[in-house]
């Protein structure tokens, strides 16, 4: 039997909502029950806003005018996903808020990005620090800076994007799967003078992050594929890079396009850069190709063989490990695109 919630006496007599009250205290004790009620009725609204917060908060950043309204607007959002998490730790009321808020809020904030220019992303980066606890969500500031990273480098150069955003990207390298993601764009960034690509390349490939480092060098290419693949070159011929973190970092020409190079992009999201850049089409140079595929064949060829005959001997018929390249055959002509899973 249920127990009283004041007294602990086993009673059916009074519910409020899903707390009981015995008859003694209902009728002796009714100033508690009067604040029971309350506080009961205030977590139930409490509830509810959280609830229907990604409406709410959607509905509201179409009326932003100032960024300060904006300002106001990402500190309510950071508190209901933080409180989402109290009501429900599984995430899921967390990732019904997001998908309400994420696009609108992201195209927004580039909006006044695109205004106001770099110091407005800037400021952000101060606020919405990841290594700060309080900060649940960074998404939405990183899709626009991704955003920005590009246009700057396709109307600026390199030079003209801030150091500190493409530094700000790199924090991601260990976050969830959205942020993992969009960080891969920080790679739109890798010649500035003042980046640590390779750096970061190498502490990457160290701490067991080789797919993520692929990632980074991914969008290398689309900015300047003769440079990305000295890089990738380079670290093919590193003796103490293992060949599974170079079969990792190979998928750089792979991985995210999917090795359809020519097609859209799915990163940044909501926001379809070749056509905003009009980038025209991707065309691998028969050099740069032609010297990927030498490099990948001398120091890789022996290990993927072995990876293929293992997957010919698997019992069992799984892929073993979805080795990418498993198809591939070097002794006939082959092509970048083979290298998929
Ligand atoms: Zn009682």
């Not at 519910?15 to 100033?31: D, F, L, M, P, Q």
């Not at 980046?195 to 993520?212: G, M, N, P, T, Y």
Request: hydrophobic share 40%; proline share 4%.
């Amino acid at each position: 039997m249920p127990k009283c919630d004041i007294c602990g006496k086993p009673t059916t007599s009074h519910k409020i909502e899903k707390v009981y009250v015995c008859h003694t205290c209902w009728v002796n004790r009714s100033g508690e029950v009067e604040s029971m009620r309350e506080e009961i009725e205030l977590a139930k609204i409490f509830a509810d806003n959280v609830r229907n917060s990604g409406i709410v908060i959607s509905n509201k950043l179409n009326g932003v005018v100032t960024k300060y309204e904006l300002y106001e607007i990402m500190a309510e959002y950071q508190d209901m996903l933080n409180n989402s998490l109290f009501l429900d730790p599984d995430g899921t009321l967390y990732i019904k808020i997001e998908s309400k808020v994420s696009e609108r809020l992201s195209n927004l904030i580039f909006k006044f990005a695109l205004e106001e220019g770099w110091p407005f992303l800037l400021d952000l980066i101060k606020v919405y620090d990841p290594d700060n606890e309080e900060v649940i969500d960074c998404s939405t500031i990183l899709n626009a800076i991704s955003r920005m990273v590009i246009l700057t480098r396709h109307k600026e150069g390199v030079e003209g994007i801030p150091v500190e955003a493409l530094e700000y990207m790199v924090k991601f390298h260990e976050a969830p799967d959205t942020e993992w993601e969009e960080s891969f764009v920080c790679g739109w960034g890798f010649d500035h003078p003042d980046f640590r690509f390779k750096e970061i390349l190498e502490q990457a490939v160290e701490d067991d992050e080789s797919i993520w480092a692929s990632g980074i060098l991914e969008p290398a290419f689309y900015a300047d594929q003769k440079k990305a693949a000295a890089i990738l070159i380079e670290f093919l011929r590193k003796d103490y890079v293992s060949n599974v973190d170079k079969m990792k970092l190979v998928q750089a020409v792979t991985f995210y396009t999917d090795a359809k190079w020519d097609e859209p992009d799915l990163l940044p999201r909501y926001w379809d850069w070749k056509r905003a850049v009009d980038y025209g089409r991707f065309r691998w140079d028969d050099e740069v190709e032609r010297a990927l595929k030498d490099a990948i064949e001398e120091e890789l060829a022996d290990y993927i063989a072995e990876g293929q005959s293992k997957v010919i001997h698997d019992t069992i018929g799984r892929i073993a490990d979805s080795i990418p390249a498993y198809e591939i055959d070097f002794s006939k002509e082959w092509s970048l695109e083979d290298l998929g899973i």
